[in-house]
């Protein structure tokens, strides 16, 4: 089932002309100076044109800090279009405020901010700051364009450093360029780039973190409060992370005690299956950015007594939990979200925001997310499926890839059964079965909404005209990504007549539900984030009186992007539309686009096709 977050990255959009910029960044230069493995001084300079009132929101300074990065000045003036001083920027109209983002329990992060108003445009303003950062980990990467809606006239990012201090970077996008000189006995990395215009919306465009120009910057000797590792390889990196995680999975003896009893006599896999169910049932997820908290886990001891913990704080205790019924794992590091960063296995770097856990099987490898309060043991899904992950070894770190989800496992199918009613509606009894992917919505939805919200969720959830959802059951399973559900649909004005004829519209819970326009001038590769098959079944009786006039031809259409296949059956007592889609993931050449228009409207034109039913 295509359900809504799941479904197409973005509307029918028509190309429209370039568009016009809400702020531009007319000139920006950042100096990052590594003294020191854990001193490194961050110096910014910009000047910018705000356009209308969206730029202004654009222009804000937001500063961060905690334990580990200081502000050490801000200064700013707005200016008129012509260079007027209007306005200079005081102590007191810095904001300080606590880093609270309404989900992390303890965070020792400040944000200090800044925006100039005015209600008439266009105006300047110069932001000029200092940072200190007591760790050459994070921070030293140039991103000159934070959004698609912001111009970039000119962005100059230098790094000054010693000689054995040199980083590891590596280029984004195709305008960048480096050069490298000495000054001074200092080694200097500049990067320089000029002319980046906003980015048109385009349907079915990558996410706009594919596309920005930008410069990764990872040092190769990198330090954390006072810990220290060779980073020029993931083992190296890992090491690190590994040494963080030293004695941190110790367990009191009472617990220690009661795993040996809970799980005596059984399996491998069903001490797997037992414990996470434990972890599941008694311990919730919470975030924690305080300190070196941001990338260490807590000790296993405090997660088991406090009953909740981050997710490096939770997959730790797990890993503690199997090591005392018996069975190894590794703790992993990964990049969580729908959209995970292709991870260059020759550039070291640190593109990851969550942890996971992973157990090494002799047939199977089985990954454990352990902030999930509901998902079945083994299973990853959108959030952390198909992407790298870096396993934490000491001497053995290594990157691995996480389980894979495609077209041949992300499966939904559907049986809709049509019954003619009173009138012009028509009542549908559908049975879903939705796997790994497909059901990712639906059961977070199911442990995370009230019954009114999963209401609210089924009206919207089918590419169907005006419906009703009456009633619905749904069956989860619980030892695997598989849900099931029965519901009872009204669909409103699904039949018509004409003298004697009766018009009634197939009805597809996965119909392709727009069309697309044509783009001669598209600029961005097509981007299809998931791949699935659909299989849908639509019967009915054939109505009392009436034979069968039209009704849809056999399709068949296969291509780069998928196929779809449409099949009519009829028999004296009923008739039977069988539909399969098979959509592939993957990024697409531009030149292919109005190939890939002609083929969603093509279904979408197959998916609406009437049945014409004439009295005998």
């Not at 000159?144 to 054995?164: K, N």
């Not at 097509?526 to 034979?547: H, S």
């Amino acid at each position: 089932m295509r359900l809504l977050i799941l479904f197409m990255l973005a509307a029918a959009f028509v190309k429209a002309e370039t568009p016009k910029p809400n702020l531009t960044l007319e000139k920006v230069v950042q100096t990052i100076e590594i003294r020191a493995a854990d001193e490194v001084w961050i110096h910014h300079r910009s000047t910018a044109i705000v356009w209308n009132a969206r730029g202004g929101d654009l222009s804000e300074l937001v500063l961060y800090e905690n334990k580990f990065t200081k502000v050490e000045n801000i200064e700013g003036r707005m200016a008129d279009f012509g260079g007027k001083t209007l306005r200079e920027l005081k102590s007191r109209d810095i904001t300080d405020i606590a880093a609270f983002d309404g989900f992390s329990l303890f965070s020792d992060g400040r944000i200090k901010s800044h925006k100039f108003s005015s209600g008439v445009y266009p105006y300047r303003v110069e932001y000029v700051y200092t940072q200190k950062i007591n760790t050459n980990m994070y921070g030293m990467d140039f991103i000159p364009q934070r959004s698609p809606e912001i111009q970039v006239d000119s962005f100059i990012g230098r790094i000054l450093y010693e000689d054995g201090q040199e980083p590891n970077y590596k280029l984004a996008g195709i305008k960048g360029k480096i050069l490298k000189t000495k000054e001074n006995r200092k080694n200097i990395l500049t990067y320089h780039v000029e002319d980046i215009l906003p980015l048109e919306r385009e349907p079915f465009a990558p996410p706009f973190k594919f596309l920005r120009e930008g410069l990764y910057v990872f040092c190769k000797r990198c330090s954390i409060a006072g810990i220290e590792a060779q980073a020029n390889s993931w083992r190296g990196f890992g090491e690190l992370m590994a040494t963080l995680n030293d004695g941190r999975d110790q367990l009191p003896g009472d617990f220690v005690n009661k795993i040996d009893s809970m799980t005596k006599g059984l399996g491998t896999r069903e001490k797997i299956r037992l414990l996470y169910k434990y972890l599941q049932q008694n311990h919730r997820y919470i975030s924690v950015q305080v300190g070196i908290g941001g990338i260490q886990p807590i000790a296993a001891t405090d997660v088991y007594s406090n009953g909740y913990g981050d997710c490096k704080g939770l997959s730790n205790l797990m890993k503690a939990m199997l090591a005392s019924a018996g069975i190894p794992s590794k703790y992993a590091l990964i990049e969580g979200g729908d959209d995970p960063e292709w991870v260059d296995e020759s550039f070291v770097y640190d593109p990851f925001n969550h942890a996971v856990l992973c157990i090494p099987g002799e047939q199977d490898t089985t990954w454990l997310e352990c902030t999930s309060r509901f998902n079945p043991p083994g299973y990853q899904g959108s959030f952390t499926g198909n992407r790298k992950a870096l396993l934490i070894d000491h001497g053995a770190s290594q990157l691995v890839s996480t389980n894979k989800y495609d077209e041949r496992s992300n499966v939904s199918t559907s049986k809709i059964q049509a019954f003619i009613s009173s009138g012009t509606d028509m009542n549908l009894m559908v049975h879903l079965k939705l796997k790994n992917q497909t059901q990712d919505e639906l059961r977070y939805w199911y442990h995370e909404a009230d019954h009114s919200m999963l209401d609210k969720y089924w009206q919207q959830a089918f590419s169907l005209p005006s419906y009703i959802v009456n009633e619905f059951k749904v069956d989860e399973n619980q030892d695997e990504a598989v849900m099931e559900v029965d519901l009872n649909i009204t669909l409103g004005k699904a039949i018509s007549t004409s003298g004697n004829r009766m018009f009634v519209s197939s009805s597809f819970t996965n119909a392709i539900d727009k069309k697309l326009q044509r783009d001669t001038a598209r600029v961005n590769s097509i981007y299809l984030r998931q791949g699935f098959t659909e299989m849908d079944t639509f019967e009915m009786v054939v109505p009392q009186g009436y034979r069968l006039e039209s009704g849809p031809r056999s399709i068949l259409m296969e291509n780069t992007f998928g196929s779809y296949q449409l099949e009519m059956i009829q028999t004296p007592e009923k008739l039977m539309l069988i539909r399969k889609r098979i959509q592939r993931a993957g990024n697409y050449d531009k030149s292919l686009y109005n190939d890939f228009v002609q083929f969603n409207n093509q279904m979408y034109q197959a998916d609406r096709t009437k049945l014409v039913w004439v009295k005998l």
